[in-house]
């Protein structure tokens, strides 16, 4: 198992390489958008125009060798052009379906808060089944299947905020951030007469990404490991600030992430540190603050500060192996 793990490692490795050739200084985005991969896992990302939230999600796509769409969503695109309709064909007397954009890999769903809430849920079944439903008939979709959404977290006017229940599905939310000075330089002038998108090539095979995620299944957790997750979750639900909490599918989440975390470390096994990297970026979507809290300007990460400091991380004695 160790030799299988060590090459999923390389893999993972190696398509992050290549992002990091497009995405500069921002080697920590890269990973939790690798990690997300490798667990099955669907990603928001929120954060300001033109910090490369597309560019990340495409590079991603590029350098796994995977099948990828995108999706500029706005108004007025319908749940149809998600998940794809039934048309009657005459040649064959019956309904014949036609697949949206959905039916890929992976799907980019750029600025997924200025669409519909109709056609936000129609990615609801994507999303945790794997499937959609047109017409009473399911459609399996291709494997692996992520989601990689974008929002503008500034821009209010024409949005329609993603409701609890959706943004419950996805594994984790990060923001990319501006770059520093000599980063933004370097962006500028590798950008003046190319696109740096041309040079990231297929390092990995969609047989790769399987086996990855396989691998990531079969990482040993010890069961300090498993109380410690549960306490840093079931926390959220006592706290006098969150009106709320996390569920157990944030637990979930959370175990996933820190085995694809402890997978790409080279690792066959938890550690406290793999969930304390974590805990913020799976969590913190997941929770909403009281009225009182949010007027104090309190945000969700300063409360989940808080509940970590007060949560007691196991010590791991011992290095076990799956």
């Known amino acids: 198992m160790e030799n299988t793990i060590e090459k ?20 920590d985005a890269v990973r ?29 796509a590029k350098a796994t060798g995977l099948d990828f769409k995108r999706v500029q969503l706005t ?3 319908m749940a149809s052009d998600i998940t794809g309709f ?30 519909s809430p109709k056609t936000q849920s129609a990615l609801l079944e994507a999303m945790e089944e794997k499937q959609v439903t047109v017409d009473g008939i399911t459609h399996k979709l291709p494997t692996p299947f992520m989601v990689i959404a974008t929002e503008n977290p500034l821009g209010f006017v024409g949005t329609y905020p993603l409701p609890e229940a959706q943004l419950d599905r996805f594994l984790l939310r990060f923001v990319i951030g501006y770059p520093n000075k000599q980063d933004e330089i370097k962006i500028i002038s590798d950008r ?8 990231v090539t297929a390092v ?17 957790v010890d069961k300090d490991i498993y109380e410690y997750i549960v306490n840093l979750v079931q926390a959220t639900r006592s706290n006098k600030n969150i009106v709320l909490a996390a569920s157990p599918r944030a637990s979930i989440a959370l175990i996933k992430a820190a085995c694809a975390n402890a997978l790409i470390s080279g690792r066959n096994y938890v550690i406290p540190d793999d969930v304390a990297q974590l805990y913020k970026y799976v969590v913190e979507h ?5 009225a009182e809290v949010r007027l104090e300007q309190t945000k969700p990460g300063q409360v989940l500060d808080s509940i970590f400091k007060n949560t007691k991380m196991p010590i791991i004695k011992t290095e076990k192996d799956s």
């Not at 999923?8 to 080697?27: H, Q």
């Not at 991969?37 to 990340?56: N, R, S």
């Not at 039934?86 to 808060?113: C, Q, R």
């Open 192 to 199: 003046k007469s190319l696109n740096p998108l041309d040079s």
């Open 286 to 290: 997941r929770i909403v603050l009281s």
């Open 32 to 60: 939790l958008l690798m990690l997300s991969l490798i667990c099955g896992g669907h990603v928001l990302i929120e954060d300001v125009p033109g910090v490369g939230k597309t560019t990340i999600a495409a590079a991603l």
């Open 75 to 77: 108004p007025d695109v």
């Open 204 to 220: 990995a095979t969609p047989d790769d990404i399987i086996n990855a995620q396989r691998d990531v299944s079969s990482v040993y």
């Open 8 to 27: 999923s490692c390389l893999v993972c490795a190696s398509i992050m390489n290549e992002i990091n050739k497009v995405i500069i200084g921002k080697p």
């Open 86 to 115: 039934s048309v009657y064909d005459k040649n064959i007397g019956k309904l014949s379906y036609n697949p949206g954009v959905v039916m890929t890999n992976i799907l980019i769903a750029d600025e997924i808060n200025r669409t």
